[in-house]
């Protein structure tokens, strides 16, 4: 992973995944909200139409004057109305199911791949750390997230067929870069709901660190990639979050997905950061409790219909 040393700007994230249900939106949310709380200012993009982060944050569209959608078809559009604070260092731009239009809207649009780039260029600033959520799809949406990232993190549950797609996705990433955005990198996979204890999980987790390490002398965006640590243990507590409208902190900050996630975000900054010493949190294998740990989770990227949407009405970030 590359180091903040002469970084200019901040680190832009493309969280991204093919398949769906594999811990996606949980991840980037999640991930956001740990560095939040270690003192990042972070803004988080909601790219997917299905605005499964918007109803994670507890943010609802219909209640927002602006949303991702507006700032991609409008050139007019405010970027500031579309900004939401969520809590303390750390904004949001919502997306909405209109989203889903923005790619035929914008077919003939000569730079439709660098829109969103272009038009948060002077929001950036305030930030050291953008999260993007993509669709489970290489569109356009997808597009324009790999054209403004710096790198991509890549969630994945340590299963054989996963352990392929993510393989695909890679090269489908390096092809796109060289069009796009030949500086990107991959820079981390994030294991979500990992079992580590099966021998199954062993497998597929070592043969992904090969793979990635076969990597090192390739002219490969994948290249400096690495296995982020801890993985993310199957906890129920990230399953239910998102129904109340709220990161895995607000909703129970000693869970073990709670304490996953906090860790998660100290290797991140370690890395970025290596002359200092990240206190990277030692998680002790426990047998899980009934209440908190089951082995059939649903998708952590639950489709919050009818989510019990806490404090929906969030403050507007103020103009600067």
Avoid at 96 to 106: F, G, I, K, P, R
Avoid at 161 to 171: F, T, Y
Wanted: proline share 5%; aromatic share 4%; net charge negative.
């Amino acid at each position: 992973m590359v180091s903040d040393a002469g970084r200019r700007g901040p680190r832009i994230i493309a969280v991204i995944n093919q398949k769906g249900g594999v811990g996606k939106t949980t991840s980037a949310v999640n991930l956001g909200a740990a560095l939040s709380e270690a003192g990042q200012r972070v803004l988080m993009i909601d790219l997917d139409p299905q605005a499964h982060m918007s109803l994670h944050l507890g943010v609802d569209a219909a209640n927002v004057e602006q949303s991702v959608y507006d700032i991609l078809v409008d050139e007019n559009c405010l970027v500031n109305d579309a900004v939401v604070r969520v809590d303390d260092n750390l904004d949001a731009i919502p997306a909405e199911t209109d989203l889903a239009a923005a790619e035929s809207e914008l077919a003939s649009t000569a730079d439709r791949n660098s829109i969103l780039r272009t038009r948060l260029a002077d929001l950036l600033s305030r930030y050291d750390v953008v999260l993007i959520d993509c669709p489970p799809s290489l569109g356009l949406l997808t597009l324009n997230a790999l054209t403004m990232a710096t790198e991509v993190f890549v969630p994945m549950q340590a299963h054989f067929l996963a352990l392929q797609g993510v393989g695909k996705l890679l090269e489908t990433i390096g092809m796109v870069c060289g069009s796009v955005n030949p500086e990107l990198q991959v820079t981390g996979i994030i294991l979500c709901m990992h079992e580590r204890q099966t021998m199954l999980a062993k497998e597929v987790v070592s043969d992904l660190e090969s793979f990635i390490e076969s990597s090192r002398d390739q002219d490969v965006p994948w290249r400096s990639c690495r296995v982020l640590q801890p993985p993310i243990r199957r906890n129920i507590k990230l399953a239910e979050a998102p129904s109340f409208g709220q990161t895995i902190f607000q909703y129970e900050p000693t869970c073990h997905g709670a304490n996953d996630y906090r860790a998660l975000a100290s290797d991140v900054l370690a890395a970025w950061n290596p002359e200092i010493t990240a206190e990277v949190d030692c998680i002790v294998e426990t047998p899980p409790t009934t209440s908190e740990t089951v082995n059939d989770d649903p998708p952590l990227d639950v489709n919050n219909d009818h989510a019990k949407v806490a404090g929906s009405d969030r403050d507007h970030v103020e103009s600067s």
